[in-house]
Every structure is written in structure tokens, then in C-alpha cells.
């Protein structure tokens, strides 16, 4: 598991500042497309992308969603772990179950289900009765969870869901989203997200700062 982070304020959803120095995909994106001898306009119509989107990309003016770095990555010959500057040969690809250490925080119990240090991270999380269901989020990346067992509580900007076990969602995180079980047993499901440009403070999952829980990098 990541280590603990402290938790960071209630996110904004105004437009943030443009970044100032590029993003780690951004010259990721522009240098596998230069190797491939694509030009912008022929990359961009391979992958379905405007070239003013992709232009866009490339210098970290927007933030690219998984479906396209898929495109992206089919389009130069690569893999995700690649575009995202990844050295997949330093992490096992299985990951056993006895393997998967639980983490406890604040009655939330965390198993780290993929290699940790990727762009897109894996859990198994129990999502216990009557925690955290008031704490919204925001922030860059996108989401999917899948309910195991109990019943799940998402709100997803203005819209609540019930969602049972076999149920999923997938969304992208500047939605404004929270989470919460429905049954006193808690709830257990999959989560994947992927990290991308967000800084690590935005993936926590806690109370505020002096509640006395650490943070994870986890559902938010």
C-alpha cells in the first residue's frame, strides 16, 4: 500500500491553475509519437482524436482518459505502462492472494490486488457501515469499482445510486463522487483508478487532518 498521506481539504471543482511544468505523459505522448514518425495530424486521426485534442494532450493542457491512452498506446505500438513512463520489468504481474497485506484505516480495509507504482492501481476494499459517506471528491483520473458483497451508497454529482453485489460503476473522478455502505455488514468491492496527473495528496481517503486516521490512496 502507499504510504500515509495527510488528508487534504474539501476538493474544489473550480479549474485549477494551468500546470507549469509538464506533466510526466505529456512528453511521454509527444516522444512515442516522434519515434513512430507520425505526424500530429495522422496520430490523432489513428486514434479517433482531433489534432487540437491530441495537441492538447501532448503539452498537458488536458488530461488524458484511459480509453485514450489505450487508442494512444494501439496507435504507437506501446502499452499503457509505457505512455505513463513505466518500467513494467521491475514488477511481478500476479499478484497473490496471500500476498495481498490487508491496511486498516479508519475501519476502511485496503488490499493492494495490482503491483503498487503503476498509473493505474487495483484494490480490494470493505467499505465499513456509517464511515466517510459525507466526504465528496474531486479530482483528475478515472474510476471503476465493482460491489462484492453488501450494498453500496454512490453519489455521483447530483445523482445517488444503490448499486448490489455484481453491480459496477465507472466514472471520471472530477465528478464529484462519495461512496458509502448501505448495510450495517459493510460492503466489499474492486476498485481501480488510475492516478495519471493527480497529485498523491488528491488520492487520499480519511477524515480531516487530527482525526486520527491515516490516509490511503483508495476509493474516494
Do not use: N
Amino acid at each position: 500500500m502507499s504510504p500515509a498521506l495527510p488528508e487534504p481539504a474539501p476538493a474544489s471543482t473550480e479549474p485549477g491553475p494551468e500546470p507549469v511544468e509538464l506533466p510526466a505523459v505529456a512528453p511521454q505522448l509527444r516522444d512515442l509519437r516522434r519515434r513512430a514518425a507520425l505526424t500530429l495530424e495522422a496520430a490523432a486521426r489513428a486514434a479517433g482524436l482531433s489534432p487540437a485534442h491530441l495537441s492538447r494532450l501532448e503539452t498537458g493542457r488536458r488530461q488524458p482518459s484511459l480509453p485514450m491512452l489505450l487508442a494512444l498506446a494501439r496507435t504507437y505500438g506501446t502499452t499503457v505502462s509505457e505512455l505513463l513512463g513505466e518500467t513494467p520489468a521491475d514488477r511481478d504481474a500476479v499478484v497473490r492472494s496471500g500476498d495481498m497485506e490487508a491496511t486498516e484505516a479508519g475501519g476502511w480495509i485496503y488490499r493492494q490486488a495490482g503491483s503498487p507504482g503503476r498509473g493505474m492501481q487495483a484494490l480490494r476494499v470493505h467499505v465499513p457501515y456509517g464511515a466517510q459517506g459525507d466526504i465528496v471528491r474531486v479530482h483528475p483520473g478515472e474510476e471503476w469499482l465493482y460491489v462484492l458483497e453488501g450494498r453500496l451508497r454512490l453519489r455521483l454529482g447530483d445523482t445517488a445510486y444503490a448499486l448490489e453485489p455484481g453491480d459496477s460503476a465507472h466514472f471520471d473522478s472530477l465528478t464529484p463522487h462519495r461512496i458509502a455502505a448501505a448495510d450495517h455488514g459493510g460492503a466489499e468491492l474492486l476498485f481501480v483508478h488510475t492516478l495519471l496527473q493527480s497529485p498523491s495528496a488528491a488520492l487520499c481517503l480519511g477524515p480531516a487532518a487530527g482525526g486520527g486516521e491515516p490516509a490511503k490512496g483508495g476509493p474516494r
